[in-house]
Nanobody, 113 residues
Framework: QVQLAESGGGLVQAGGSLRLSCAASRSTFGSDMRWYRQAPGKEREFVAGISWSGGRTYYANSVKGRFTISRDNAKNTVYLQMNSLKPEDTAIYSC???????WGQGTQVTISS
């Protein structure tokens, strides 16, 4: 079992930036890590993913070129750098160990226009 804790959310104006963190309680050795988000009244959607080595990253088309996922395995932490934020990025952002039932509680991101 692994506990995940997201942080770094907040309220920013459109065009601004935020950096989210997802800290795991233990190593997620060998696993991809993913960020998802869920906006009010909508289903959860995939945002970004990263391989264990960090050598492979992949993104939803809606965030490609604006968001960057990275990880520090020594700290058991995954990051999501979000730039050029838009009001439609407003959501609760959560991280997940790929293929596992483990989710964090999420962090709220609100973008004002």
């Amino acid at each position: 079992q692994v506990q995940l804790a997201e942080s770094g959310g907040g309220l920013v104006q459109a065009g601004g930036s935020l950096r989210l963190s997802c800290a795991a309680s233990r190593s997620t050795f060998g696993s991809d890590m993913r960020w998802y988000r869920q906006a009010p009244g909508k289903e959860r959607e995939f945002v970004a993913g990263i391989s264990w080595s960090g050598g492979r990253t992949y993104y939803a088309n809606s965030v490609k070129g604006r968001f960057t996922i990275s990880r520090d395995n020594a700290k058991n932490t995954v990051y999501l750098q979000m730039n050029s934020l838009k009001p439609e990025d407003t959501a609760i952002y959560s991280c997940n160990v790929e293929g596992s039932p483990y989710w964090g509680q999420g962090t709220q991101v609100t973008i004002s226009s």
